[in-house]
């Protein structure tokens, strides 16, 4: 096989482990979607379940780092807030992963922060479970990392994150940064879908009928009936029509996903009037 030929091999290999590489994440994306509730830190089963697989994304990312779990705690965080909280220590202290780096739009990053640099820090954002106690004149915080990660975290974000990690791990740095996908436009990804033909009432039954997790079904002293979660507050359920503008959007261009987040905003300017 001569030099052309080992190239064109070796592209069409990357090539195919980057297409089963973003099937493999959506996958896990669907399983952590059907048992999920974004009551961080709840006693309901969802809830124990949502926060078993949060606080196994702090271990992956510093096992990804080789970094001690005894010295270093992770914190999850927006861009900006990554940047806020970086400015707040000293460079040697803080080593900052974000989801960019791999070439995924998850939003995602993760802060592996010694232990000891943390506990005169005040959080620069607060809600949620940051606090402990509060009164008038004083303030006793939660202990790290839940002290720096205000209201609930971006959890199914985190969890795609964490599961991306062990994916370049075991296959290579690259294997989402170069996808060889279809081109869409915004108007495809937002409004093309198979309800797009319904509205209104019509429209909300449709939607049910996609609910993630309604398949699921339970014993009870009544025989098996559907699981009904009531373990959540404001982003569940998640419906099949929103799961697969999440999947045409993961492996599209920059710019793409800029001018998808500006018609958003758009849609919900028209929304609240």
Same mark, same amino acid.
């Given at each position: 096989m001569n030099q052309k030929d080992t190239a064109l091999t070796a592209e069409? !290999? +990357?090539l195919e482990k980057t297409s089963n590489a973003y099937t493999e994440l959506e %996958?896990?994306?669907?399983?952590?979607l059907e048992t999920y509730s974004n009551v961080h830190r709840g006693s309901g089963h969802f809830s124990m379940v949502t926060t078993h697989l949060f606080e196994q994304a702090r271990t992956i990312v510093l096992d990804y780092l080789h970094l001690n779990k005894n010295r270093y705690t992770v914190i999850f965080?927006?861009?900006? @807030?990554? %940047? =806020?909280?970086s400015n707040q220590i000293s460079p040697d202290s803080c080593r900052v992963l974000s989801s960019r780096d791999f070439g995924l739009a998850l939003g995602v990053n993760a802060l592996a922060v010694k232990k000891k640099a943390l506990s005169q820090l005040v959080p620069f954002r607060v809600g949620g479970g940051t606090a402990r106690l509060i009164s008038k004149d004083w303030v006793i915080w939660a202990k790290a990392p839940d002290k720096f990660e205000a209201g609930t975290p971006a959890i199914i974000n985190v969890i795609a994150f964490a599961k991306a990690l062990q994916m370049i791990q075991n296959d290579g740095k690259d294997?989402? =940064?170069?996808p060889d996908t279809e081109k869409l436009t915004v108007s495809? &990804?937002?409004?093309? @879908? %198979? +309800? %797009? #033909?319904?509205? @209104? $009432?019509?429209? =909300? !039954?449709?939607?049910? $009928?996609t609910q993630f997790g #309604?398949? &699921?079904q339970v014993s009870t002293t009544q025989g098996v009936r559907p699981f009904i979660n009531l373990d959540n507050s404001a982003s569940t359920p998640t419906f099949a029509p929103i799961f697969n503008a999440f999947q045409k959007t993961l492996n599209q261009t920059e710019l793409i996903r800029k001018e998808i987040i500006q018609e958003v905003k758009s849609i919900c300017s028209r929304f609240l009037n």
């Open positions: 069409i !290999d +990357l %996958e896990s994306v669907f399983a952590a965080c927006s861009s900006r @807030d990554a %940047e =806020l909280f294997i989402f =940064l170069n495809e &990804i937002l409004y093309h @879908d %198979e +309800l %797009e #033909q319904f509205s @209104d $009432k019509e429209l =909300l !039954d449709e939607l049910r $009928k #309604q398949g &699921i």
